[in-house]
């Protein structure tokens, strides 16, 4: 199955478990630096210019931002502080006004502005919280999130998950792909069978809607009127990739193993450049299709399959996307431009993630 990919991209790391950790260490520490708010408690969304504070970050950053310190803290201990201190202070985010409470898109009090994906990357946080420290509260933190997301359902389009609230004109891969796999994470620590009964449904409505069947490869939305918006993002095939695996080892239905292994090879194909073990797109999407992999590593991989380098695209980064400042260009597949002095808070989390959890799985 894999015999066309490279031979240097199967046959073990290219960066050591270690170095991995420290560059994560080393990038967290840039973005308490120059992202911290000390008087809120969050981190801002852009990096502070001449000691003047930016906004709060937006919610999708703050759902980034929350899992680079969950990989940080299975890593190390040590950032278990930093996390509960991080997590229980989002909650300024959480808006109690109907029809379904959920995460606003900056902290309130405010007027309702909520996404549908904000929240489902908030599940998939707050279950890995609560998993780290202890605590059931951010399950069941998790458990309300997930309710305002799968709010956003209808049978319109014969079902589906919107992007947004309040304009309700399209659905979208990044709302649904991200809701299967944050039912399938909900799931897997309460055993309420209704969630994987709606985890299979989403799927086969996400699949069925989104992906090209040339490829394997995922559209990104759909219009009410039915148009199809067909650039492909790879983090659209990488919540798709990592439900399918997540499925497979729930149910041990082999169909989901054979859809995981289809989308494994396309999205190798796709984003991984072989020539400098890049994954060539914005880090934002490009780092959780690097989580995918590893899920499915860990779900589908029978013994002795290979599976690409996960640590390439990490040594990429490191050497040409990050700046000589310190901080981390948006794009994942090429340099940073010189000339940039405004780095947005999601991109650094975005690397703070992927080293910290390839890590964790070149350590184990």
């Known amino acids: 199955m894999f015999g066309w990919i490279a031979a240097s991209l199967i046959l073990g790391p290219a960066v050591d478990s270690t170095t991995l950790g420290n560059w994560g260490g080393e990038a967290l520490e840039q973005i308490k630096t120059h992202y911290f708010l000390t008087d809120r408690g969050l981190y801002s969304d852009r990096n502070m210019v001449a000691g003047k504070p930016d906004q709060p970050a937006f919610t999708w950053g703050v759902g980034v931002m929350l899992s680079a310190l969950n990989a940080a803290a299975r890593w190390d201990p040590q950032y278990k502080s930093l996390l509960r ?22 902290p309130g009090p405010k007027p309702v502005d909520r996404y ?101 490869l995922f559209w990104d939305g759909e219009s ?61 999407f490009a780092h959780l299709l690097l989580d995918s992999w590893v899920y499915y590593r860990r779900d589908v991989r029978e013994p002795g399959q290979p599976t690409p380098d996960l640590s390439g695209p990490l ?32 991109d650094q989390a975005s690397a703070v993630r992927g080293y910290f959890q390839v890590a964790i799985t070149e350590r184990n």
């Open 315 to 346: 040594a990429f980064i490191h050497g040409s996307v990050k700046s000589e400042s310190g901080f981390y260009g948006g794009s994942w597949g090429r340099q940073v431009d010189p000339n940039q002095t405004s780095f947005e808070l999601i």
């Open 224 to 284: 009410l009127s039915g148009h199809i918006e067909k650039h492909k993002w790879t983090y659209n095939t990488a919540l798709m990739l990592r439900s399918a695996s997540e499925l497979f080892r729930i149910t041990k239905t082999s169909s989901y193993a054979i859809d995981a292994k289809a989308m494994l090879e396309s999205s190798i194909s796709q984003w991984l450049k072989t020539d400098t073990g890049a994954l060539n797109d914005e880090g934002k």
């Open 116 to 216: 549908y994906d904000d929240n489902a990357w908030m599940v998939m946080a707050l279950v890995e919280t609560s998993e780290i420290l202890k605590n059931k509260k951010y399950l069941l933190w998790a458990e309300d999130t997930l309710a305002y997301v799968l709010s956003g359902e209808d049978d319109k389009l014969g079902g589906g998950i919107y992007w947004k609230e309040a304009e309700k004109s399209s659905k979208n891969c990044c709302s649904n792909g991200p809701s299967v796999a944050a039912c399938l994470t909900v799931y897997s620590r309460t055993n309420e069978h209704r969630l994987l009964v709606e985890a299979e449904k989403l799927y086969a409505w996400t699949k069925e809607h989104f992906q090209d069947t040339s490829d394997h």
């Open 85 to 106: 201190d991080y997590a229980d202070k989002t909650r300024i985010y959480w808006n109690e006004l109907g029809p379904v409470p959920g995460y606003d898109v900056l």
